[in-house]
């Protein structure tokens, strides 16, 4: 298995607050991304990296930014977290022109 | 733009029925295909892959066919176990400076039971 690791898991945070999810690899690719999943709707990207500081955004990038300031570490922010931002959130790496690898899930509910 | 379009669930087989979870793609260019596969509390795990027309992926007992003339990337098993009951994904991808960026579909959930 690819090295990738979210923290937290779980966190539940109240309307309005701002989270920070963190994802680590161990595997020294070049390329990280961040997504949300929910029902119906697959995988969304929200942002993702295409080197040390080199971000972009995705398909549903409003209200969240990230940051990369190390190769091994990808943050995801809620600035003021809102009820429509309670999803699963995925971290995944890759290589260029092959597959990604998805990190365990962080389950963030907002209330 | 890219997009991916797959059967709804939930797929509901006894064991050892055949499975097939229909996935069509619109796309510019070539992309490669892939199903992935989440099982339950987990991430997604790439099942199959496949790059160019006519390509067929297998892994563990399923297969899937790039077919380009009818764009689609069809995932078959000839005989279906508990233990794939999981959620699948289609998707595809192309590179950009963004690596290999993915359009997934919806999700098929496969619910096989004794």
């Known amino acids: 298995d690819a090295g990738i690791t979210q923290s937290p898991r779980h966190k539940v945070t109240e309307t309005g607050t701002p989270v920070t999810l963190r994802c680590h690899q161990t595997?020294?690719?070049?390329?990280m991304y961040w997504y949300r999943q929910d029902p119906g709707h697959g995988l969304r990207l929200i942002h993702y990296?295409?080197?040390?500081?080199?971000?972009d955004k995705g398909e549903v990038s409003d209200g969240y930014s990230v940051s990369r300031s190390k190769t091994e570490d990808f943050l995801l922010t809620l600035e003021s977290a809102t009820s429509s931002q309670t999803s699963v959130y995925f971290c995944a790496i890759s290589e260029l022109s092959r597959e990604q690898y998805f990190g365990p899930g962080t389950r963030l509910t907002v209330t | 733009g890219n997009s991916v379009t797959q059967m709804e669930g939930p797929v509901t087989l006894s064991e050892e029925a055949f499975l097939t979870i229909n996935c069509t793609y619109t796309?510019?260019?070539?992309?490669?295909l892939f199903w992935y596969v989440q099982y339950p509390g987990e991430g997604l795990q790439l099942l199959l892959k496949a790059t160019k027309a006519d390509d067929k992926g297998s892994n563990k007992g399923f297969e899937a066919t790039y077919r380009k003339e009818t764009t689609s990337f069809h995932l078959e098993k000839g005989s279906v176990q508990v233990s794939d009951s999981a959620v699948y994904f289609c998707a595809l991808s192309h590179n950009n400076n963004a690596g290999n960026m993915l359009t997934f579909g919806g999700g098929t959930r496969l619910m096989v039971k004794p």
């Open positions: 595997e020294n690719h070049r390329y």
């Open positions: 796309a510019t260019g070539y992309p490669s």
């Open positions: 990296s295409y080197g040390v500081k080199d971000t």
